[in-house]
């Protein structure tokens, strides 16, 4: 090999990268290269493997001024748990943007996905959520609800948390927790529309293939981030909740089309304005975002291989860091 | 990690797997298993990144009875002799196919495509040359021709070997190391219808543009290899070659539509008969190959995902001689 490849554990990536503001920048950038243009970022390949009760999903960008892209390949097999293993694997494979050479694989079983798609959640926050957030709510009681909340904490200082799953027990522990971590009052409602109703930000982290969040819930100066859909079959939003809504954004166009919660409206013929706005182009200011304080608006998070390109390409930057107990190979 | 995960270097590679009988019997099973069904097999995820003169390409498969699948991503970046460096890399991210959890990381700078392509058109001779092939002929001068003719020698097992590329002094050079590996006569020939005239057995090689092999020179009792198309732009054979010969056929229908030969052959509206068996249909006898000695046969050789994962697994299996040297990484 040329050069020195890095493979780093999730182990050394949990010593390296952590959920915080500049985490949170560094995945605003991905929004903001995608909507200045010259990314290239293919569709997701997926693969379905019935059988197995697996799939897999391949994401890659390349964002003109970075140095390196990543490819990151996530596997989720749901019958794992009856294993005793995690349902959800996967590393990314970093190579440099000038000569196509591997520079380093992540073998972050997840890690940094965990973390972009929660930064991703606060990057929507912080530019579509109301000014004042004092309540904010999740729907889901996962890793992925609690990391969206720390994350979205960061740009909206709440002072009390709400959750709600199909799951008392879970969400009473995701509640526990997130009292704990923000160190604020976290508290499990019975029934999402009271949640819904409570919060000025509104989170949703689940696989649901039926809305959890229903039209008639949406309320004056309400933001909802769905980041729950990654596929052709899943729907955590009412379709019709999408065309009520003052602003519906999108990460990527092309993939909530396909992926997201606009596929429902689509597919339902309900979407008859233009086609909604990517958040990265309300960022720069192409496109207005929210209006006034009173404005609903939705976020539909896919998740971009932009986003996985920004964050491995931060864990290779942080290279003093991460240099202590890195691996490094060469022939 | 719940189990180590196995990161294998290039040298751990070449020390593990080489081109030989074995091997080609590894590759035939990749071709048998599309012909049986069961295997999940996504379109090829390319990426194209013109500003950096490279691209990339995914492929994978999960193949039943298999205990991994591979993903293999394959990187060509064409200024980099500019650099002093190759101009393809790349690597194989080796799963298991019951649980998505990582098993290898396979640091092969391409090897181990270099290796499967040239057994592919082992597998392809075996089944379709004629049972006497006493001169081949390649059309490319590269390292990938050198494969092909040592691949192809181990099932036609020929004494004269014919070189053609444009460059007249590399055809020479790989003429010399033809000779020398396979210990019989070997000679550079200055126009490729001459070489195409005295051989059975003829492969190409190239990424030309342009056929590099016309239908007039289509002879009888001749077969011809095609392995050098793998983009939509890129054509070997000419059209109407496709349609003259007795039997043309594909590694993988749907990728040589959009990939491969037939691709010009569609796109010049040319062929009007079935559509073309894959080589599996052939192997395990669901469709008649070469029907006699002087018959003229094609295969159109895309590069699948199965072989990468066929490969993949029997480097894996090959343990006792592996472990001596490879890196376990837990945590």
New interface residues.
Partial sequence: ??DD?R?L???DLRKAVTLDLGLVDVIERAFVALAQG?V?M??V?????A??N?E?D?K?A?I?GFDSFA?K?S???FG?AA?G?PSL???M?V?S??????RA?L?D?GYLTDLRTAAAGAVAARHLAPADVSTAGVIGTGLQARLQMQAAHLVRPFTQALVWGRDADKAALCADDLSRTLGIPAQAVVDAEELVMRSQLVITTTPARAPVLQAEWLHPGLHVTAMGADAPDKNEIAPQALVRADLYAADRLSQVEVLGEFRSALAAGLWTKAPPPELGTIIVGQVPGRVDQQAITIADLTGTGAQDTAIASHVLGQSVRIDTTA?H?S?
Avoid at 45 to 49: A, I, K, P, Q
Avoid at 97 to 102: E, L, S
């Fill in positions: 090999m040329p490849i493979i554990t999730e182990a010259g290239v293919p569709p390949l997926s693969m379905d493997l059988t197995q697996g897999v391949i890659t390349c003109p490819i390949i596997t989720g097999f794992n294993l293993l694997s996967g590393l494979v190579f943007a000038h000569t196509g050479q591997v694989v073998l079983n691996r190979l022939d």
